[in-house]
C-alpha cells in the first residue's frame, strides 16, 4: 500500500520550493545557489521551461575533472540536459526504482510541461520512515487494545 502512493502525496506533505537557475548562468554562480540554499542540485529553467538539472555530479565530473574554470563556464554546457522526470501518479516505489536503477537523487516531477515538484531520495527516504512509524503505531495500539 505504502508503496503505491503517489509522489503527489509526498510533494503535498513537503516544502514547495524548487530552486532553479538560468542556463546562461554560471556553474559558479549556480554552486553559490545551491551553497546558499542547501541544496544538491538546481532546475535549469528558460521561458518557464525545464531545460535540464544541475547536480553536484556534474560539477564534479564535467566542470572540475574536466579543469573548466567556473566563473566563465556556463550552466548550459555542463548540465544534464536529458532530464528524467516523474509524473504526479508515478508510484512512491517506481521513483525509488528508477532512482536506485539510474543513480539519481533528485528527480522534477512534471504535470505535462508544468513543473510540480522535485522529489529527492531523501524525500522518499523520509516518506517510508514515517509511513513505516505510523503503521507501526497503529499495530501497537492495535495490539494493546487502545486501537479505536
Not at 2 to 26: G, H, W, Y
Not at 82 to 109: C, F, G, Q, Y
Request: aromatic letters at 4%; charged letters at 20%.
Amino acid at each position: 500500500m505504502l508503496m503505491n502512493t503517489p509522489v503527489s502525496a509526498l510533494l503535498s506533505e513537503k516544502a514547495s520550493t524548487v530552486f532553479s537557475i538560468s542556463s546562461s548562468a554560471t556553474a559558479l554562480e549556480a554552486v553559490h545557489e545551491m551553497n546558499r540554499h542547501r541544496v544538491g542540485c538546481m532546475l535549469v529553467i528558460d521561458d518557464e521551461k525545464l531545460v535540464g538539472i544541475f547536480t553536484e555530479r556534474d560539477v564534479l565530473q564535467r566542470v572540475v575533472a574536466e579543469g573548466l574554470l567556473p566563473e566563465s563556464t556556463t550552466v548550459s554546457s555542463v548540465m544534464t540536459s536529458d532530464v528524467e522526470t516523474l509524473s504526479p501518479n508515478t508510484t512512491i516505489k517506481k521513483a525509488m526504482e528508477a532512482m536506485t536503477e539510474r543513480r539519481h537523487r533528485h528527480l522534477p516531477v512534471l504535470d505535462g510541461e508544468r513543473l510540480l515538484g522535485l522529489v529527492s531520495i531523501g524525500d522518499i527516504t523520509r516518506w517510508i520512515s514515517q509511513a513505516n512509524e505510523q503503521e507501526a503505531s497503529t499495530l501497537r495500539s492495535y495490539i494493546t487494545g487502545s486501537y479505536t
